[in-house]
């Protein structure tokens, strides 16, 4: 499958957005203690779409930067949130900002160390997963590449069957997820669960089994 940036943007722009998840992910907020992070650290969360977890974080007293190719997915954050933000040009990002948000508009494979210093922690909920098979080492070598030293990350999959639906979101299974991170850190499951029931629009699409895995991510200093 040909996942270029131009992908995620016509999928934003057809409202092809079953990914994007209305309400707070719980997850988010059972886990993210496990990150022991100080107040007021700044979280990087990847591939952001329009997601309120990044409300939930700016609540919590934290900075927040997060990246995402569709210009409209940035725009109706702003948006919906009742937020105003200044928008300036760096490269090629456009670069939305406002009270403890910071959202880069562009391609996330653009990013560099700078744009993320500071950065103590990462939220992947929908990153890791968006990418087929023959990207993902890409986009974990890339994560490595721009992050600083010794930052975590509380990761989010899916496990299915994935000859029985073509993703994204695709299925990414625990030994994927240790071969990527563990050459630079530990890999630790906090939380498995069958999640089937609960999602409608899997089973409609044919999946017969979908688990929902969270793992705390956590890099050794270099």
Not at 11 to 27: L, M
Not at 100 to 108: A, E, K, M, Q, S
Not at 170 to 182: G, I, N, Q, T
């Amino acid at each position: 499958m040909n996942m270029d940036t131009d992908y995620w943007r016509e999928r934003w722009s057809r409202n092809e957005t079953g990914f994007h998840q209305k309400e707070i992910n719980p997850h988010l907020q059972r886990f993210w203690s496990a990150l022991n992070l100080a107040p007021g650290s700044r979280v990087f969360v990847p591939l952001c779409g329009k997601s309120r977890d990044m409300l939930w974080l700016r609540a919590q007293g934290y900075e927040v930067v997060g990246v995402e190719i569709s210009p409209l997915a940035v725009e109706a954050f702003f948006a919906e949130s009742g937020l105003f933000a200044s928008v300036t040009k760096r490269g090629t990002f456009s670069i939305y900002q406002t009270e403890g948000i910071r959202l880069y508009c562009g391609d996330f494979f653009q990013l560099t160390s700078e744009d993320l210093v500071g950065v103590s922690a990462v939220f992947d909920r929908a990153s890791l997963i968006a990418f087929p098979p023959s990207m993902r080492s890409a986009y974990a070598a890339h994560m490595q590449t721009i992050l600083a030293s010794g930052v975590n990350t509380l990761l989010v999959t899916f496990d299915y069957p994935q000859h029985e639906m073509q993703g994204p979101p695709f299925s990414v299974k625990e030994p994927e997820v240790r071969a990527l991170y563990e050459k630079t850190g530990e890999v630790s499951v906090l939380h498995s669960a069958d999640i089937l029931d609960k999602e409608p629009r899997f089973r409609d699409k044919g999946i017969t089994q979908l688990q929902e895995k969270i793992f705390l991510v956590t890099q050794n200093p270099r």
